[in-house]
């Protein structure tokens, strides 16, 4: 169906008139965004894509909460098989989809999530609940509802994609002849720029450590020509701009809730405890195939999480199968899994979180352990100051 949808528009592109049109009537003031009596935060993106918004929401939320603010969280629920507007409570991924369960596993408890694509509206239903922040995850082409602070996410293969593996014409370029949701120049529209996924490009290990473009000398490098993303657009944006670090717990999600079990002592269980973990390193260990670890991803970019994988010590060589992202996975799919679990004597899987929450109510038909890396979501103290000076 996606498919389908894609050749349409790229024959008959009429939805760029539509964006046009509607980003007209905001920008000249013929339509005004609607305010609703508390401060709006969005947080999004311009492309398609995973850029770490649904994290960043998580990190934000909980930041302003430790200040001792009332958050909301309100977000569509992507991939979600029902309908309707609701507070997330005991729903299952089925009802609400699985950015919103990740949400409600991460959050502080204090913080309600509301499920609506009708921003206004949740928004109303969040401020009942006595929220006086409301922080929408990926809102930033939703223009109805006003907003206070507008942040948005940049990954690195937006700001420079020369460097990393597409074509740069991709990004530069609206759907669907490219990966950008509207013109770059849009971005004019923004408060506060976030760059994320930077530690993509260092071949340092990604668990508990952080990366710092000014103390790393290959991340400055990097970081130099990432910085150079106004050279190729005529739009210059003379806005805060930030580096969003991005690392992992050593701990891992596993289908068993009674077990507790590390990244390096998973990666040893299979390769013996002689095996020395140097990530990155194309000459070490690493480099050969284990056979009993499968990867699982429906992520938008999977490319992402197998280097995220290569880079907290897995080897370049584990078993990997992919979906389209927020996919639902179906019996079929399952049983494709199984077969490939048993015809390659695979004895543990490993996703992102977000497919953890879908996968592991299949766990008795999987039959091995289901094991999710798990970010550990904060803010960088100068991301910090720019939001509570912006506010």
């Known amino acids: 169906m996606r498919s389908v949808v894609s050749v349409v528009l790229f024959l008959f592109p009429i939805h760029l008139l539509f964006i046009k049109i509607k980003n007209y009537l905001y920008d000249k003031n013929i339509l005004s965004p609607t305010r609703v009596g508390a401060t709006v935060i969005s947080v999004g993106n311009i492309s398609l894509g995973g850029t770490g918004k649904t994290p960043f929401t998580i990190a934000l939320s909980n930041f302003l909460v430790q200040r001792g ?137 990604m668990a508990e450590t952080a990366y710092d473009p000014d103390t790393d000398p290959q991340m400055r490098t990097v970081a130099k020509v990432l910085d150079s993303y106004y050279e190729w657009q005529e739009g210059r944006f003379e806005l805060p701009f930030f580096w969003h670090d991005m690392r992992f717990k050593q701990t891992l999600l596993s289908s068993d809730k009674n077990e507790k079990i590390t990244i390096k002592e998973l990666i040893r269980n299979h390769l013996g405890p002689e095996y020395f973990i140097v990530p990155g390193d194309k000459k070490s260990p690493a480099d050969r195939d284990v056979v009993g670890i499968m990867s699982i991803c429906a992520i938008g970019e999977p490319e992402q999480f197998e280097s995220s994988l290569v880079q907290l010590g897995f080897p370049f060589g584990v078993n990997r199968k992919t979906f389209p992202d927020h996919h639902s996975f179906t019996k079929k799919d399952i049983s494709d899994i199984v077969d490939m679990i048993k015809k390659r004597d695979i004895q543990s899987i490993i996703c992102t979180e977000k497919d953890w929450v879908k996968l592991v109510r299949f766990k008795k038909e999987i039959g091995v352990p289901i094991y999710a890396v798990r970010l550990d979501h904060y803010l960088k103290k100068d991301i910090q100051d720019a939001v509570l000076c912006l506010l």
């Open 69 to 205: 603010k009332s958050v909301g969280v309100l977000t569509r629920g992507y991939g979600r098989k029902g309908r309707g507007d609701f507070l997330l409570k005991k729903h299952s991924v089925e009802e609400a989809g699985d950015e919103a369960i990740v949400l409600r596993n991460n959050l502080s408890k204090s913080v309600p999530i509301y499920i609506s694509k009708n921003k206004v509206l949740g928004a109303k239903k969040l401020i009942d609940l006595g929220c006086d922040i409301i922080v929408l995850d990926d809102a930033f082409q939703h223009r109805r509802i006003h907003r206070d602070l507008d942040i948005v996410l940049l990954s690195a293969r937006e700001l420079a994609p020369s460097i990393a593996f597409y074509k740069p014409e991709w990004h530069r370029s609206t759907f669907p002849y490219g990966l950008l949701r509207e013109p770059f120049h849009n971005l004019n529209r923004a408060d506060l720029f976030i760059g994320t996924k930077l530690e993509q490009y260092s071949y340092r290990g």
